[in-house]
């Protein structure tokens, strides 16, 4: 199903102005969910459907690509408080509050 999608110049956030209108073809409505790269978006189907790429690239003739068609591989940042839950349990698991020595002959000393 065709979406329009409003293009603008924000470059002077003090006079934003209108520059054209496309249609994308798109499944559903979406929203956008993050910046993957200088000009890719990644979206989500509101319909629960999935995500996709909105490839801005060449703003007049904005892409839509499902994420099971492409073939490049993007990092997204997590939210603040995942990264903080993942790095406390890294550095748990770093730092043993007790310890085992093993001596080769097989015996155990703590």
Do not use: W
């Not at 006079?15 to 993050?34: C, G, M, T, W, Y």
């Not at 993942?86 to 001596?103: M, N």
Request: charged share 25%.
């Amino acid at each position: 199903m065709l979406r329009d999608l409003a293009i603008f110049d924000v470059r002077n956030p003090a006079r934003i102005k209108f520059k054209k209108l496309v249609s994308i073809n798109a499944p559903a409505p979406f929203d956008f969910e993050e910046l993957i790269a200088p000009h890719s978006i990644l979206i989500r189907y509101r319909d629960g459907s999935g995500e996709a790429i909105l490839n801005l690239s060449n703003a007049r003739k904005p892409q839509l690509q499902a994420l099971s068609d492409t073939t490049e591989t993007f990092i997204i940042p997590v939210s603040d408080e995942h990264a903080t839950e993942a790095r406390k349990a890294v550095q748990d698991a770093v730092t043993p509050s007790d310890y085992q020595i093993v001596i080769p002959n097989g015996q155990h000393r703590s």
